[in-house]
Nanobody, 111 residues
Framework: QVQLVESGGGLVQAGGSLRLSCAAS????????VAWYRQVPEKQREMVAE???????NYANSVKGRFTISRHNAKNTVYLQMNSLKPEDTAVYYC?????WGQGTQVTVSS
């Protein structure tokens, strides 16, 4: 059973930065795509960024140029570097890997 552990969330002022981490258990990590999603109350969970097994990346338009997803396969870890944060980035951020979701980490951006 794959398990995901997310970390790195917190409270930051607008314009600040945070880096989220998602560590996966098990083997074969480098063979799969990994994505970050976020969700605010009463709204659907939305994809923020995805990285493929080849290292290609995709971003939601709302975060392009501000967020960067990367992976370190030897550490079974994916990162989400978030810069120039805005209050509208406030959400619970989830990692998704092989149809498994992490527990979520809260990001709050104050104005």
């Amino acid at each position: 059973q794959v398990q995901l552990v997310e970390s790195g969330g917190g409270l930051v002022q607008a314009g600040g930065s945070l880096r989220l981490s998602c560590a996966a258990s098990g083997s074969g990590f480098g063979l799969y795509n990994v994505a970050w999603y976020r969700q605010v109350p009463e709204k659907q969970r939305e994809m923020v960024a995805e990285i493929t097994s080849f290292g290609s990346t995709n971003y939601a338009n709302s975060v392009k140029g501000r967020f960067t997803i990367s992976r370190h396969n030897a550490k079974n870890t994916v990162y989400l570097q978030m810069n120039s944060l805005k209050p509208e980035d406030t959400a619970v951020y989830y990692c998704k890997y092989r149809e498994v979701w992490g527990q979520g980490t809260q990001v709050t951006v104050s104005s």
